[in-house]
């Protein structure tokens, strides 16, 4: 996986990270992750169990694909800024609006 992370970002891949075990709790992709080399503090919290990760999140009406979204869903997906805005409402529908 690493390997895969140095190809994608190439030039800008960060060097030195820290490695942290992902833990065998609750099912994950990856039994380890890494972290900025300065953010020990935050590390350090996650290994003793005050801090936690959450990967791959998002606001999805029902599974859909990058074919079918504009049709299917609601939000706007598979960009940042927008997955932003509709985390920040939680309420994909509008329906408190």
Request: net charge negative; with cysteine.
């Amino acid at each position: 996986l690493h390997s895969q992370y140095m190809d994608v970002r190439g030039s800008i891949a960060l060097h030195n990270t820290l490695e942290i075990s992902a833990g065998t709790k609750n099912p994950q992709p990856c039994s380890s992750f890494g972290l900025h080399p300065k953010l020990t503090s935050v590390r350090d919290l996650y290994v003793a169990g005050d801090a936690l990760f959450v990967a791959n999140t998002g606001v999805m009406a029902k599974p859909i694909t990058i074919e079918n979204s504009k049709f299917e869903t609601p939000v706007q997906l598979f960009a940042h800024n927008t997955m932003q805005r509709e985390a920040w409402s939680v309420d994909i529908y509008n329906e408190v609006a």
